[in-house]
């Protein structure tokens, strides 16, 4: 069979008359598949009529709702690059998207002013309301791109990852089989839809599978205990989901009684929720490991032995090494090296970025995740750190680096360090150590002003503290390990 657009055709195409519900949303109405694409095809006709063409990219920062996912569906049909952004990234760092993307249009929730075309959402849904509600797919081939997705590194700018319709597919296609979904499953989506997890694994999948999503605007543990899992069939979250249901004593094993499976990833799961969560619910939650440079990577198995404190095995038609960091040679099992993968799932680069993309692939086509690990005498792999410096709260990425830049360039600060330290609530939350010029005090309330104009909030510390000095080993490097284990017990009541 031959495809004009293979993800257009593969996940949203085949529900174009269907009546089912796609999207239940929280006020008790849904949405029907039908509705859904008949409201993308609209917009998809928007784009068209001023004057966006093929591979043009479409940048959305929108709080979640069904018309922000329609517009992802109008993207793909319209031949369009979709770029969605966190809602919480300030105008700063926005700006920044736009110029690097080059992107022809903005849509936000609020007017606002870029160096493209801005609109809102509510303005892009009244004028595209007079469009014919079908559209003629523009065609596509697998390997142009579909998305563009922001990620921040350990040095430099955040680089856009250049996800191809062939790098969504095959993932979607890969993770419905492993973990079973059909169109009778019900999922609870209560991530956010503006990175691949929240996006592409429970998005992707549930098209592919025909089922319906629980649709809510974010996480909320009583719209979650009240509505979503009485209801559901399965849900997907990172560890923070988790450890709040733990958290809260309606949770029980009579709630998740229509449930087949609770899925994990983005973070660590740490054993100890695993081992919890089986104790009350029977359920052993599955976790899988992904990033946004390569989708979901690895799986614990449906049928066969979840393993606490693993993520499983390759998925189908995906490798996966761990290999020397210098050679790139396979180690044998039960050492540590650098996770690196292989696969239709590995993206296309970073956007217009050859150098970067060049440096994180080896000279075989293997990409270096930047994470360490083992795998198992039983074939799972073991995430046991990161060769990255990197913050996970939450599920959210934060780059230490990107924030030490704004607070190195703040009055009277020397130098800045800025750690992960272990938190109950979201894995790791990032606090800042200060140093200050000498014989000079440093302003707080002034660093948070700027920060607040500069950071999304996430990425803010939820500390700063002033010391004398940074700890550093012979070569001057800081010793962030030190710094950690200095205050690894800020956040944890003893
Ligand atoms: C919110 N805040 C956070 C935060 N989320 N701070 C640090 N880390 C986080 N993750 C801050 C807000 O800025 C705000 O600050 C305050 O906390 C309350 O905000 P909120 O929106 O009410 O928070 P809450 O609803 O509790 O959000 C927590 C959360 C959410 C865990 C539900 O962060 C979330 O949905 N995380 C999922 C992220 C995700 O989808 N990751 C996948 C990436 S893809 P203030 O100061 O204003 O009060 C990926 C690849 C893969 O990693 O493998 O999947
Ligand atoms: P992102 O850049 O937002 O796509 O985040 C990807 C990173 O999240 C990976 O490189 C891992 O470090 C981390 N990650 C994702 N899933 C897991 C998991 N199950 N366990 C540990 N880390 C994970």
Not at 34 to 54: M, N, P, R, T, W
Not at 198 to 205: D, H, P, Q, R, W
Not at 402 to 416: G, K
Request: hydrophobic content about 40%.
């Amino acid at each position: 069979m031959t495809f004009s657009n293979p993800l257009y055709d593969a996940l949203f195409a085949p529900h174009i008359d269907q009546c089912t519900p796609f999207l239940h949303l929280p006020d008790g109405n849904s949405l029907s598949h039908k509705d859904f694409l008949e409201l993308s095809a609209q917009f998809a006709h928007y784009f068209c009529e001023i004057g966006l063409v093929a591979g043009d990219r479409v940048a959305a920062q929108v709080t979640k709702s069904p018309e922000a996912l329609a517009l992802y569906a109008a993207c793909v049909q319209a031949g369009l690059v979709f770029l969605p952004l966190n809602t919480a990234y300030t105008s700063d760092e926005l700006s920044y998207f736009i110029a690097d993307s080059g992107a022809k249009l903005l849509i936000t929730d609020h007017e606002s002013q870029h160096d493209c075309r801005c609109e809102t959402l509510e303005s892009l849904i009244q004028a595209s309301n007079d469009y014919p509600i079908s559209f003629e797919t523009v065609a596509r081939s697998e390997d142009d791109l579909a998305a563009l997705l922001y990620t921040s590194g350990t040095t430099g700018r955040a680089k856009g990852v250049m996800l191809s319709q062939k790098n969504l597919l095959s993932n979607a296609q890969a993770l419905v089989k492993y973990w079973q979904f059909t169109e009778q499953d019900v999922l609870i989506h209560a991530l956010p839809i503006f990175h691949t997890h929240g996006l592409f694994v429970a998005c992707n999948v549930m098209l592919l599978a025909g089922g319906s999503m629980i649709f809510m605007p974010k996480f909320d543990i009583d719209t979650l205990i009240n509505i979503g899992i009485p209801e559901a069939t399965c849900m997907m979250g990172v560890p923070t989901f988790y450890t709040r249901l733990l958290a809260d004593s309606r949770f029980s094993k009579e709630l998740c009684q229509h449930i087949r499976l609770f899925i994990s990833g983005s973070a660590p799961l740490l054993s100890q929720t695993h081992t919890e969560f089986e104790q009350r619910t029977g359920h052993r939650i599955l976790e899988r490991y992904g990033m946004t440079e390569t989708s979901m990577n690895t799986s614990n198995p449906y049928d066969g032995e979840r393993r606490a404190g693993t993520v499983g095995f390759p998925l189908p038609d995906i490798e996966i090494r761990v290999a020397d960091p210098e050679t790139h040679a396979s180690l044998p099992n039960g050492e540590i090296g650098s996770i690196e993968v292989r696969g239709d799932n590995v993206f296309q680069g970073y956007w217009q970025m050859p150098e970067k993309t060049a440096e994180e692939f080896c000279a075989d086509g293997f990409f270096i995740t930047g994470d360490l690990g083992l795998i198992d005498e039983r074939g799972y792999l073991h995430i046991v750190g990161r060769n990255k410096d990197l913050i996970i709260s939450g599920g959210y990425n934060i780059y230490p680096k990107e924030i030490e830049t704004v607070l190195d360039d703040q009055p009277n600060v020397a130098e800045s360090a800025v750690i992960g330290i272990p938190h109950p609530d979201l894995g790791e939350a990032a606090i800042a150590v200060l140093v200050a010029q000498p014989n000079e005090t440093i302003d707080l309330e002034a660093i948070t002003a700027t920060l607040n104009k500069s950071l999304a909030r996430y990425k803010h510390p939820r500390t700063l503290l002033t010391v004398a000095s940074l700890p550093r080993n012979s070569m001057g490097k800081v010793q962030k390990n030190l710094l950690r284990q200095e205050y690894q017990d800020m956040f944890i009541e003893l």
